[in-house]
């Protein structure tokens, strides 16, 4: 534990923190788009109740995960605004002396990567919270949560009805949400393994590639969802 106070006690230290915890939060969204998926399979819903039905035998290992996925964002949050305050700072004092040494590659402050991700990271944190308050608080339509509660309704037909049942707001939202993730993922997934010292002409334009499709799978794929649904309905 002592190491990782160390770490967040510099600003080199808390930039690869962040991006650890970036890629570790990459992880879940993988674990999350793919239990998802299932949704698509054609089977009427047999996969995706096998799937939310194991998940939720396992209460206690889930409740100490979401607890730790929990203790990740937080981290993730906090340090990126602790980086982009020190970047900002930097930048104050910096300006004047590098401004003739760069001129014609001045970045206009809106469109810095470091103010770009914070952009995009509030907007995903906006996605992330109407995400929870449709599947995890259960707050849009609470005669809906309790009619699927008493009839016992199967997590498919659950997810299914939620997401049929999306409104314009909804649908734009989702939309807004995942795009900004898509940007999110397409700079911070190179950035982190750049921040870890990855960064070699051979392999860097492989890890750009790499990112930008793992960003647009992710994005993309998690913009459906409400979009397909809603469509069938």
Known sequence: MRWLLNALSTSVGRKVVLAITGLLLC?????HLAGNVLLYVGDDGKSYNEYAEALHKQAALLAVAEVGLFGLLISHIVIALQVSAENRAA????YA?????????????????????LVTGILVLGFLVLHLIDFKMELRDKSFYQD????DVKPFVKAKNLLSTSNL?????????????LAHLAHGF????QTLGINHPKYTPLIKLVGLLFAFVIGVGFATFPLIWSMSH
């Open 27 to 31: 992880g879940f969204l993988v674990a």
């Open 91 to 94: 930048r104050k004092v910096g």
């Open 97 to 117: 002396v590098t401004r003739s040494k760069q001129e014609g590659r001045i970045w206009m402050d809106g469109y810095r990567p470091d103010t770009w991700m």
């Open 148 to 151: 699927a509660a008493s009839m």
């Open 169 to 181: 707001i909804t649908i734009v939202g989702y939309a807004i949400g995942s795009f900004a993730l």
């Open 190 to 193: 190179q950035s982190a393994f």
